[in-house]
């Protein structure tokens, strides 16, 4: 017999509430990457969907395979960490990147940068 099947209620509810929060964090993410205009709107969206979304489908996939192998399945913490960790940090550097191209293109470089 499949060991999945024997799954209790309540936990295949709670993965599906947390599966489906974690689509929709994720999706909403993605609208605000198509929706919005400016390059500095457009990388706020994904970053916060990505973060939060994966969070809750890990917290999801933890639920579901620490019942279903009778033990705590815990390396999608490690997963969870590095994306907490480098999805902000990524937003950082592009913005950062951005923000230095839009003013050396203005002709009013950030301090440290010489005039083009």
């Known amino acids: 017999m ?5 799954i209790p209620l309540w936990v295949a509810l709670l ?3 947390f599966l489906v929060l974690g689509s929709v964090l994720t999706l909403l993410g993605a609208i605000g990457l198509v929706r919005f205009e400016t390059f500095y709107q457009r990388v706020h ?3 916060l969907g ?3 979304g994966v969070g809750a489908i890990l917290i999801a996939s933890m639920i579901f395979f620490s019942v279903a192998q009778s033990r705590p399945v815990l390396h999608e913490i490690l997963i969870a960490v590095f994306v907490t960790v480098t999805t902000p940090v990524t937003l950082m550097l592009l913005a950062r990147a951005a923000f230095y191209r ?3 293109e203005s002709g009013n470089p950030p301090p440290g940068m010489p005039k083009l």
């Open 45 to 47: 969206a994904p970053t």
């Open 15 to 17: 993965v599906a509430f």
């Open 102 to 104: 839009d003013r050396a």
């Open 50 to 52: 990505t973060t939060w």
């Open 2 to 6: 499949n060991q999945f099947a024997e």
